[in-house]
């Protein structure tokens, strides 16, 4: 049971119902992120806004789920790892072993996703401040500075949602339970 009020798209501040009835749109259910993050229009606002304009950035979708559920491990978002792993299988095609090693935290065996999930656990573990090595070696696998920025840019995104749902601990929707993932896995 989440520790912060679930709303509705009839029981939301009103500055957050036009953002909950998007999200029942967009998913087919309401995710109880969003749920959540209605109690603050802002918080919900700025969560939506941001995955909009990180979904145009120039890393590609499978570029942007790595990262997303790279971050989430790292965070213990179990949530936020179920969710994008259904992304991941669902919208960008990638291999369910694959998947799995993002997931686990394990070296991946496409050397760009490597490069991705290396670069974000470094920009989260150095909060920003990585070494010109880790930057080269990003470059080195093909990416441009835009594109470090972009995985600032989703580690950003990340860190809003995965700290939302540890501060709510938000339970899992049933439509994402297939995707269920705890941190101890990742320790596993």
Same mark, same amino acid.
């Given at each position: 049971?989440?520790?912060? %009020? @679930?709303?509705?798209?009839?029981? #939301? ?9 998007? &999200? ?11 749920? =959540?993050?209605?109690? &603050? ?18 890393? =590609? ?10 971050? &989430?491990?790292? %965070? !213990? ?5 179920? !969710? %994008?792993?259904?992304?991941?299988? /669902? /919208? ?36 920003? #401040?990585?070494?010109?090595? #880790?930057? #080269? ?6 990416? =441009?500075?835009?594109?470090? @920025? ?5 580690? =950003?995104?990340?860190? @809003?949602?995965?700290? &939302? ?24």
């Amino acid at each position: 049971m989440s520790r912060l %009020h @679930l709303h509705t798209p009839e029981s #939301a501040p009103e500055a957050s119902r036009p953002y909950l009835q998007r &999200a029942l749109a967009a998913n087919g259910f309401l995710p109880n992120l969003v749920a =959540s993050l209605a109690n &603050a229009p802002t918080a919900l606002e700025t969560y939506l806004t941001v995955a909009e304009i990180n979904g145009r950035s120039g890393l =590609s979708l499978a570029e942007r789920e790595t990262v997303q559920i790279t971050a &989430a491990g790292i %965070h !213990g978002c179990g949530f936020c790892v179920a !969710g %994008h792993t259904a992304v991941a299988l /669902k /919208k960008a095609q990638l291999d369910p072993q694959l998947v799995e090693s993002i997931r686990a935290q394990q070296p991946l065996s496409n050397p760009r996703l490597e490069a991705v999930a290396q670069f974000t656990r470094t920009v989260i573990a150095t909060r920003g #401040a990585v070494a010109d090595e #880790a930057l #080269a070696a990003f470059r080195a696998a093909g990416f =441009s500075d835009a594109n470090a @920025l972009e995985v600032v840019l989703g580690v =950003s995104l990340a860190t @809003l949602c995965n700290f &939302a749902n540890n501060l709510a601990q938000n339970e899992l929707n049933p439509e994402l339970a297939a995707y269920r993932w705890t941190p101890q896995e990742q320790a596993a």
